[in-house]
C-alpha cells in the first residue's frame, strides 16, 4: 500500500479503508506516523523502516515476515511511503507473495516526484515548456552509480527531469547534464521533505543547484527537479505562502483527542505536537453517573459541556442497558457545535445549542425557554459554576454528575515539554480550554510564565484567555469563534498583522 509521501491526507481512501480493517501493519520509515492513527487499536504495528547509518531489517526478512504473518491467517497492510510501484520495493515483494501462493493487492499511493512538484508549485509538464518527463533515481541497483554518459544522454532526451535519492552525487548529476548539453541556465530545484510543514525548496540555475543546496544545507529525502517548468514556482508555490506553513504548533491534549485538531492544524501547513498536559479518566463516583442514565426521563433538559462528557454519559446508559431511547422527551442542549457534533454518532440532534460557545450563553438560552424544571449536566468533575448556578437563580433544579475527571499527565510528558521549550521547538500553545491551561502551568511548576513566554500563547476564547491571564500567562491570540478553526483562523490572523 502507498502512503503517499508527507502530508496523511495523501493517502487514498481505498487505503485508509483498508489500513482500518488490518490486523498487522508493517510500515517504512517516510510512511507520516499519523496515518498509524488510522489503524485498529487492536492492529499489531511493526516498524521496518530503513534510515541511513541505522541497523536496518534485512529486506529479505521483511519478506519474510510478509509471507508468514499472511500464513497465519493475518490481514497485513505493508504500508510504504509513495507509490509501492515507484522506485520502490512494491514489485519485489509481490512477486514474493506470488511465489509463496499468498492473495495480495497492490494498492497505489501518490507518489513522491508528484506531491513534491505541487506542494513546491513546481508542474511536472506544461502546454508551452514541457511535454515529456522522465524520473529516474541517483543510483542503479545494488547502489552502483549511473555513468557519467548515461546522465549526458539524459539531458536532452527529455523536459523535465526527476531525479529520486540522487542528493549524495547532485554535484556529478547535475555537472554531467550539462556536460550532456543541458544549458547550465536551465532552472533547478530541490524539494527537502516534500509535502510536509518541514518542506524547504531552493532554487538555481543547474549550474548552481548543487552548491545553493549545499549552501542551505539540505539533505535526502529529497527531489532534484531540472527543467524550464521550475520557473513557474513563484507563479504557482501555494503551499510555503500558507500563513502557518512551518510553525509548529502545541496541542495540550490526550492524543486521542487532539487528533481532530492536528488533521486541521496539517490542512494549513503548520505542524501539530500533541503532548497530553492531561489525561481523561473515570469520576471518582460512577454509580452516580449511571444512576443518573437510569433517571434521565425524570429531566427535561440533559446539558453537555463538552463532548468527553457525551462519551462518557453514553458509556454509562449501555452499562445499565439503554440507548438513546432513553433522551425520551428529555431535551438536549450542547455548548458549541463540537459537542454537538460528538452527540450526532449517538442518534441525538442537539435540540440548543449556545450561540456563544460558553455556559452562560446556553443557561439563557434554556431559561428564555421557559417551562424547564429540572436540568441534568454530565460534565467534567472540576468545572466552572456560571452554568449550574445561573439555572438555579432562574428557578430551576440542576443536578451536577461527573462523568470524568481530568488530571496532569505524567513526568514523561513534562520532561519531554520543558526540553522542547528550552530549546524553541515550539512556536505556538494551543489552548482550547480552561482545563489544558490549568494543567498545563501544573505540569511545567512554578516557572511555567517564564518559560511560556518564549512561545505565541493561542486560547479559543474569553474564559479560556482569562484563566491564562490568571495564571500571569501572555495571550496573543483570542479567538472571536469559539471553535478549533476559529482559533486557527485568529492565530493566521495574528502571523498575516505581523507581516504586515
Sequence with gaps: MGAGPGDPGLITVRGRDLLAQADVVLY???????????????AELRDVGKRGGSKNPSQDWITSQLVELARAGRRVVRLKGGDPSLFARGAEEAL???????????????????????????????????????????????????????????????????????????????????????????????????????????TAPLSRIAEASHEAGL???????????????????????LPLFGRRL???????????????????????????SIEIGPPPDADLLRQAARNLGDYDFCVFTSANGVERFFEALAQVGRDARAFGSCRVGAIGPKTAQALRPHGIVADLIAQEFVGES???????LGGVRRVLIPRARVA???????????????????????????????????????????????FTSSSTVDALVELLGPDAAAQL?????????????ATAQRHQLEVAVTAESYTVEGLLDALEHHYASELS
Design 250 to 276: 502545541l496541542v495540550p491534549r490526550p492524543e486521542q483527542q487532539a487528533a481532530g485538531t492536528a488533521e486541521a492544524i496539517r490542512r494549513r501547513g503548520a505542524e501539530p505536537v500533541v503532548i497530553a
Design 28 to 42: 517504512d520509515a517516510l510512511s507520516h506516523p499519523a496515518l498509524l492513527e488510522v489503524c485498529s487499536p487492536h
Design 219 to 241: 539533505s535526502n529525502p529529497a527531489l532534484i527537479m531540472i527543467g524550464d517548468v521550475v520557473g513557474l514556482r513563484e507563479e504557482l508555490r501555494w503551499y510555503d505562502r
Design 362 to 368: 446556553l443557561a439563557q438560552a434554556i431559561l428564555e
Design 96 to 202: 514474493a507473495l506470488y511465489q509463496a501462493g499468498i492473495l495480495f493487492e497492490i494498492v497505489p499511493g501518490v507518489s513522491s516526484p508528484t506531491a513534491a512538484a505541487a506542494y513546491a508549485g513546481i508542474p511536472l509538464t506544461h502546454r508551452d515548456l514541457s511535454s515529456s518527463v522522465t524520473f529516474i533515481t541517483g543510483s542503479d541497483r545494488e547502489g552502483q552509480t549511473w555513468s557519467p554518459e548515461a546522465w549526458q544522454r539524459l539531458a536532452t532526451a527529455t523536459e523535465t527531469i526527476c531525479v529520486l535519492m540522487g542528493m549524495q552525487r547532485i554535484d556529478a548529476i547535475t555537472r554531467a547534464i550539462i556536460e550532456g548539453g543541458r544549458s547550465p541556465d536551465t532552472p533547478a530545484a530541490v524539494v527537502q521533505w516534500a509535502a510536509r510543514p518541514a518542506q524547504r525548496v531552493v
Design 453 to 465: 513566554s518564549r512561545v505565541t500563547l493561542a486560547c479559543i476564547g474569553p474564559v479560556t484567555a
Design 384 to 430: 466552572r459554576e456560571e452554568l449550574p448556578q445561573m439555572l438555579r437563580a432562574g428557578g430551576i433544579s440542576v443536578d451536577v454528575v461527573a462523568a470524568y475527571e481530568t488530571r496532569p499527565a505524567g513526568e514523561k510528558h513534562r520532561e519531554r515539554l520543558r526540553s522542547m521549550l528550552r530549546q524553541g521547538e515550539l512556536d505556538v500553545i494551543l
